[in-house]
């Protein structure tokens, strides 16, 4: 009996370290909905049962990095702290939550803010991939439709432009408009099932570019070591100035 355990439980480690598990950390300006999405997240895939629920509320919240995940789910997600408030400015953002650590990234942002470009060449400085979540999608519908006096179809088109101005921005992201409060609507069903194929991606698309910048390093260097090879030799076989100046005395 108690072989079979042990023969079960190394089995299960042989699955947990077959199966990775992708580290994704949820990024983005304060109270942009970071923390409402991970509850989301969890929600869609488990119901309310799945007792993930990081704190949500009006005012800053997320002050500490904080990991979310359950042992045989794909992805884990990472409560980052927002930036833009007091205690987390923009600058070193990056730096201060080291974002560099993470396989990929959920940006959430529920208005487009200038810091977003700046992370965005972060994250493709580091050869990585991240996804765009558009928040608060129903609250951003409800205030347009209302105060254009819109139908569904020019919603969708002013959608639409929307979409078409953030791609200017952020070519090849993945954009998806969301409501955290209702995961089943809006783009939200699509964005967490592509999740796992975008850290996929980030991590191939990580891999290649240290490949690549390797690869530069090492061209870089043999021409450098080349260069002065060169130099030594065309020293050593040109005549010095007083051997010229012998040899021209000879002549
Ligand atoms: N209507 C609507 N409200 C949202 C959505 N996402 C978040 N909220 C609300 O926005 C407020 C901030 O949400 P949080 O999830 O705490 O935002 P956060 O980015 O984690 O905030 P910090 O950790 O403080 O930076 C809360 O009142 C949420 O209920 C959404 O998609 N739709
Ligand atoms: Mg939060």
Redesign the pocket.
């Known amino acids: 009996m108690l072989e079979k355990i042990i023969e079960a439980n190394k089995a299960v480690e042989r699955d947990m370290a077959d199966s990775r598990q992708y580290k994704i950390a949820?990024i983005?300006?304060?109270?942009?909905?970071?923390?409402?999405?991970?509850?989301?997240y969890f929600r869609y895939f488990f119901g309310d049962d799945a007792g993930i629920n990081?704190?949500?509320?009006?005012?800053?919240?997320?002050?500490v990095s904080r990991e979310y995940s359950l042992p045989f789910h794909e992805v884990a997600l990472w409560?980052i702290?927002?930036y833009?408030?007091t205690s987390?400015t923009e600058k070193d953002y990056f730096k201060l939550h080291q974002l560099d650590k993470y396989d990929a990234y959920v940006m959430?942002s529920?208005v487009y803010s200038d810091f977003e470009l700046a992370l965005h060449n972060e994250i493709a400085l580091q050869g990585k991939r991240y996804v765009y979540a558009r928040?608060?999608?129903?609250?951003a519908m409800r205030n347009w439709m209302r105060s254009q006096n819109a139908t569904d179809a020019e919603w969708t088109r002013e959608r639409n432009k929307i979409e078409q101005s953030l791609k200017t921005y952020f070519h090849d992201v993945p954009i998806f408009f969301?409501?955290?409060?209702?995961p089943n609507e809006f783009d939200f069903p699509n964005l967490v099932i592509q999740l796992p194929y975008i850290a996929d991606f980030s991590i191939e698309s990580r891999r290649k570019k240290q490949e690549h910048d390797k690869k530069k390093k090492k061209t870089s260097k043999q021409h450098s070591t080349q260069r002065s090879t060169h130099r030594s030799t065309q020293h050593s076989t040109q005549p010095s100035t007083n051997e010229t100046a012998s040899s021209c005395a000879l002549m």
């Not at 990081?54 to 002050?63: F, K, Q, S, W």
């Not at 969301?178 to 209702?182: E, G, R, T, V």
Request: proline letters at 7%; hydrophobic letters at 30%.
């Open positions: 949820v983005g300006k304060m109270k942009s909905g970071k923390s409402s999405f991970i509850r989301a990081p704190p949500i509320d009006i005012v800053e919240c997320t002050r409560d702290p927002g833009g408030s987390v959430c529920a928040t608060k999608t129903d609250m969301i409501d955290n409060k209702k």
